[in-house]
């Protein structure tokens, strides 16, 4: 009998566009468990979800058939619908294009889930850039600027 056994986790990070600061306290206490349902709807696990007020981190366990891309894209999607659906909040909500996605091995679980737990407490002294930067510059992603516009490359 054919089967795939797998351990795929996955830390991906976005943030609001023009990483407007739109996600208030109320919108975050129905969005969060909103996104836990598109999560469980892909087949899928959320370990963690938590942000600042211009962007969400997202841990999470997902089936060996699923494209990391595939899964964000629906995650955004389906959310920023159903925060415009449901009028949410003034004016017209949408994320950012593109996203940061990391690769996490079963032994680091645990501290990004605790990275992700504490992010409003990290954001007290960093900035969502920032904290990017450091995110990319970790996993050996380098950020590079074209034309004014940001495009993620992994470093030779």
Not at 76 to 105: C, H, P
Not at 129 to 144: K, P, V
Request: net charge positive.
């Amino acid at each position: 009998m054919p089967s795939a056994w797998t351990q795929n986790y996955y830390h991906a990070v976005f943030s609001t566009k023009d990483r407007a600061a739109l996600i208030t306290p109320e919108l975050e206490s129905r969005l969060y468990p909103f996104i836990g349902g598109i999560v469980r709807d892909l087949r899928c696990s959320l370990l963690a979800i938590n942000g600042a007020a211009d962007h969400i981190h997202l841990l999470i366990n997902y089936r060996p058939d699923l494209s990391h891309s595939d899964m964000i894209r629906h995650i955004k999607a389906r959310s920023s619908k159903w925060i415009n659906d449901n009028r949410l909040m003034r004016g017209r909500f949408a994320w950012q294009e593109g996203y940061g996605g990391f690769t996490v091995s079963r032994s680091s679980i645990e501290a990004v889930e605790g990275y992700i737990r504490n992010q409003k407490q990290h954001h007290e002294r960093l900035d969502f850039e920032s904290e990017l930067r450091e995110l990319l510059r970790r996993h050996g992603i380098e950020l590079a600027h074209i034309d004014g516009s940001s495009a993620l490359r992994a470093e030779p």
